[in-house]
């Protein structure tokens, strides 16, 4: 396993500043979406998704600045098509795991 995480990011808006793909979790926990390799990110999360690496530190910085409950690693997400759908219903992000809580 690579000490780099892949984390799914939303396109730059006018300010430059980079936006992370954070979710809620059906039972309140704030999830951050990291994905083992790019492979991965792209399977899960398809070929236009804009990301950034992280390391150890970079994730810590994360955890500083978002205080994310859980990471979810390689978690998938719905089809593009019923994605509204996804958000309305809460279940946004499958954990890997079929774990209802994931800590």
């Known amino acids: ?9 939303r396109r730059r808006d006018k300010s430059g500043q980079v936006r992370l ?6 039972d309140g926990q704030l999830a951050l979406p990291a ?3 790019l492979q ?5 999360c398809g070929p236009r998704q ?13 955890h500083r600045t978002t205080g994310y409950d859980v990471v979810l690693l390689d978690a998938a997400q719905p089809p ?8 309305r219903s809460g279940g946004w992000l ?3 795991l079929g774990r209802t809580r994931t800590r």
Do not use: H, K
Not at 1 to 9: A, F, N
Not at 40 to 44: A, D, Q
């Open 1 to 9: 396993m690579s000490d780099i995480l892949y984390v799914p990011t």
């Open 21 to 26: 793909e954070m979710r809620t979790l059906p």
């Open 35 to 37: 994905y083992t390799s």
């Open 40 to 44: 991965e990110l792209v399977r899960c």
């Open 50 to 62: 804009p990301w950034m690496g992280v390391d150890s530190a970079g994730l810590q910085e994360i």
């Open 80 to 87: 593009p098509a019923a994605e509204d759908e996804y958000r």
């Open 94 to 96: 499958q954990d890997p």
